[in-house]
Each structure stands twice: as C-alpha cells, then as structure tokens.
C-alpha cells in the first residue's frame, strides 16, 4: 500500500519557529509582516511568528525567511550560519523536505 504525506506549510513553518528558538543567541522571532505584528500586539503570537516560507513557481521546492531577534553581544553572522544548518538538517530529517534557500533576516538586538 502506497500513499502520499503532505505537510502544510503552517506546520513546516512552525517546525522552523521551533529550531530556531533553539539556538543560542536567538532572542525571539519578529513579526515578519503587518498582520503578524498585529496578531503579536493582540497576544495571538505562536511558534511559526518570524518565519515566511516560500514556493517556487512550479511549486517544488520551498524556502525560509526567518526573521530574528539576536542577543547583544552574539556574533550576528555566526548564529545566522547555525539556523540556517540547523533549520536545514531538521527540515530534511523530520519532514523530508530540502529547502532550496534559507534566509536569515536579524531585524533587531536585544540585552538577555
């Protein structure tokens, strides 16, 4: 017996929240859109806030745009390299998918 596994883009985007609120130096997610940023000031923020997933034009492959916020005093480069390992490995391990581009926009610092 075959079958397909679809993943909703909702749940690889809160697969992707969740990896990236692991790493060290990420202090949180930022709204990546005026509705996000609306739904956060109403206190309806979730896991996948911070994180734009993406399709290319034949519908294939996917993308990431994650949107953090980084600790004061972290190496801003050297924690977006580990997301972008980390969301890559993870993505591909738990949900079979290769992500073709993972983008890592740190839009603020902030003291721990």
């Given at each position: ?5 679809q993943i909703s883009e909702a749940a690889l985007a809160s697969l992707i ?8 130096g990420v202090v949180g997610m930022a709204p990546a859109n005026l509705k ?77």
């Amino acid at each position: 017996m075959t079958g397909t596994i679809q993943i909703s883009e909702a749940a690889l985007a809160s697969l992707i929240g969740l990896t990236a609120h692991e790493i060290p130096g990420v202090v949180g997610m930022a709204p990546a859109n005026l509705k996000e940023g609306i739904s956060r000031v109403l206190g309806r923020a979730n896991v996948s806030d911070g994180v734009v997933i993406g399709r290319d034009r034949e519908g294939g492959t996917y993308t990431a745009d994650l949107y953090i916020v980084a600790a004061y005093g972290v190496s801003i480069p050297t924690v977006a390299r580990n997301i972008v390992e980390r969301v890559e490995h993870t993505v591909k391990n738990l949900a079979g998918i290769e992500l073709s581009a993972t983008r890592v926009h740190a839009v603020g610092v902030q003291r721990v």
